[in-house]
Structures are given as structure tokens and as C-alpha cells.
């Protein structure tokens, strides 16, 4: 007899924004019954394989099915399979081209594990039609906000910031609830003005028109007004299950570990320093794992800071280190540890464990949808400073919507650190906004106020009875009804 067990396959896109939501998603899925695979290649899966053998090792039933990375194909070293690691243009280029070639073994995969759903990241976008030849459902994952979503559909099709005589004059979002005014400098460029990164993106907008629905690492109490927006005027079906990382990750081992390969040390420096601040006294600065900066960016931040008289805890990349004079970060590190003022973490840091720790009181963010749900699930409000891709419209979620968000004063959209000169952000712009969200002030008290609410949405959504755990629920339950109505017609005819 055919199993009744409902099969559904997850394919990640490579970059820790998109990986680590799906994977607690997929995680989730065999928390509840459904039996999972997840396909991706060697070096991606070393970075939560030990979550999956736990799983499975409890008596989930989930794997992981390797794929090989093209390394020697595009030119590029063993291991180097993550867009992360795209130091440079022309290695973020081999990596695109190297994701581009997993199609072909991807597609096999599905041929021969014959899932009943696939659930794909936004950026594979060809797997609807590899879907359909199957007569499968392919959910599209989005891993923004549907505030974001929507913004970028409404955008595409009605070009409000066309015919405007500058690019730093304001523009409304058609179509929104709420009057959100943007520039056409703080959308993407390939929005803006059509470029050959618009022939990529826009099919991928379309092709959540032609899945099944989507699937989001949001919940409705957040942004329910956006969740409506989508599904009425988009008409796009879709379901709310997040915060997938508090949900999945409910222990605090589960949590240090997440996202990076390396052991974590016990009795960390970091920790130390952080319980020997005050309760709330704290601010973490973060630009996520993509953002490189530009050497006089570095600068102003570092100063800001300092300026700020606040204590913080400050993630650098490697990369940013290797830009230029290194000196002045290490002068600047040892400088503020010595005033026991400051706190640099260089490349990766434990996010979840230095948000929920009490010390922590407040967040810099680059307003990744990742790093925003997390700080929202601690409670904590954000200065928002957005760099790249979606991350000016959550910006204006955070600030003109949810307002549990300070602005910095971001004004270029930019990919790494190739903004320019007057869109660097000063440091007199740094210390106002530490000012206003860790001072003692009205407007930060509201902020804190309404984060708490919010904080406390996200915790009982995800429990027995909440908003995003009935979702996951229904999903499952539809997608088992599918596969079994698709059983009988087949036995029918
Ligand atoms: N992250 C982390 N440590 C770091 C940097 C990032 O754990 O030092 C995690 C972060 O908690 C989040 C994800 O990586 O879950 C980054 O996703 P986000 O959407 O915030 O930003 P992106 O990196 O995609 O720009």
C-alpha cells in the first residue's frame, strides 16, 4: 500500500538569509509528520547537518540529499558554494553561474524522489515549471516580509518613481494602507532602471503568480494588513508560520550554533563581557552576513559609536578587515576594550544568544527579515539601517508602520561598498539615533513598548493554538488532502 506520509522537498538558495529560515521551515515540516528532504551541496549542508541528524536521530523522518557544486566548472576553490562567500564581483558571478548549473541535477532529484510538494526559495524560480511537468504543487518560500513582497509587485507594475526629476524626490507606494514615501535611490537598480539583473528578477516575481502559494517566515499579528493586501489584491494564496527560528530552535545550544560550522566556546569572551553590563544597556550592531563596507563607513560606525558613550557589541566581517587599513579597527578594538565600552566580533556571530541576553537592549540592523524577526522575538527595538535589496521597504515597516524602528538615515541602495561618498552615513547621524533608541526618552520608551508587544505576539503565535502553528497545520493537512485526492484519481483512471 502506498505510504500515506506526505513527501515534501525543500531546495534552499544559498545564502544564509534564505538557507537558515528554510531549513528550521523544513525542520518544522518533520516536527509534524511530513517526511522531508532537503537538497543542496556539500558545503551548505556542513552548516546545519548536525541539526538534521538530531532530528532524525529523535525520530524525524529528514535528510539531506547532496548535490554536487560545479567548483572546477565555474573556476572556483572547494567549498566556496555559499553567495556569502562572494568576496568579490567576479567570485559572486561564479557562484551565480555555479547555482545556475545545479538545475539539471536538481530536477533529477525531483524526478527520482517523486515528492508530492516541493518547497523552493523565491530565487529558483524555474521550479515551477519543473513542478508542474511533475503535476506537483511548488510553494514559492519568501524570506522577507509581506510588506517587501508586496512593495516590489506593486512597484514593478505601476513604476510610481518613473518621471520623477531627481532620483532623491519622494514617491508613495501605489496600492499600500499606510502612505510610505520612498526615493528611487533607496529602491533596487534594477528596479529603478532596467538592467540585466531586471531579466532576473522580475520572472521571479512572476513565478510566485504561477506556484501554488507562498510560503513566509512571518506571522499575521505583524502584518496582517500586508498578509491581506497580498491575498486580495496580489491574489496570491499564502501562510504565515514564522518565527521559524524561535520556533525550531527553542534551546540555547540549538541557538549558539545556528548557521555557523565551528564549535562554540563555553565560556565565551563575548558572554563575559556582556554579563558584566547592565540589564538593557547594550546595543548590537549587525549588518547580516552579506553587507561589505566601504573603509570610511567603517569609520564613521566606529566613531558613531564610540561618540555614542553607549556600551555595544559590534559584528565585523573578515572581509571588512581585509579593505584597507586594518590598523585603525585594531587600534579601535583594543582602544574601546580597554574603556570596556565596545565589543568587536569578527565574521560570525551568535545572534540569537546575544539578543535574548538580558545585557542587550537595543539593535543596529541592516533590516535583513531574519535579523528583524529575531530582535522582534527578543523584544528589542532597532535603529534601522537598510543597505540593499529589500531592506528599505522593512525599513519602513519598522519605522513608519510597526514603529518600533529609528531611522539612521540610509539613503542609497547599494550592494556592498560601492556607495557613494554623500551616501555615507555620519557619525553625528550614528550618535543621534543611539541617542534616541538608548536614552531614556519618550520616543524610546514607546519603541521599547510596542517591540515588547510585538515580542510577545511572536512567542504565543508559534505555540499550540497560535496564529502561525494553525497555519502550518492547515498547510500540512492540505497538502496531505491533495496528495491523496491525486492518489485516487490516478487509481480512478
Ligand atoms: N547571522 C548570525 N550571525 C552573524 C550574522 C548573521 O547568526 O554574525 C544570522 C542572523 O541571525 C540571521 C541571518 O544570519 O538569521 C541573516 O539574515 P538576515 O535576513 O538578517 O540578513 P542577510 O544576511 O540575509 O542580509
Known sequence: MESQQLNVVFVPFPTPGHMIPMIDTARLFAKHGVNVTIITTHANASTFQKFIDSDFN????????LIQFPSAQVGLPEGVENIKDGTSLEILGKLSRGIWMLQNPIEILFKDLQPDCVVTDMMHAWTVEAAAKLGIPRIHYYSSSYFSNCAFHFIIKYRPHDGLVSDTQKFTIPGFPHTIEMTPLQIPDWLREKNAATAYFEPMFQSEKRSYGTLYNSFHELESDYEKLSRGTLGIKSWSVGPVSSWVNKDDEKKANRGNMEELEKEADWLNWLNS?????VLYVSFGSLTRLAHAQLVEIAHGLENSGHNFIWVVRANDRDEGENSFLQDFEQRMKERKKGYII?????????LDHPATGGIVTHCGWNSILESLNAGLPMIAWPMFADQFYNEKLLVDVLKIGVPVGAKENKLWNSISVEAVVKREEIVKAVEILMGSGRESKEMRINAKKLGDASKRTIEEGGHSYNTLIQLIDELTSLKKSKALDEKVN
Request: cysteine-free; proline content about 5%.
Open 58 to 65: 529523535a525520530g524525524y523522518s529528514i535528510k539531506t540529499q
Open 277 to 281: 553590563k547592565e540589564n538593557e544597556s
Open 346 to 354: 569578527w565574521n560570525w556571530a551568535p545572534q540569537l544568544l546575544i
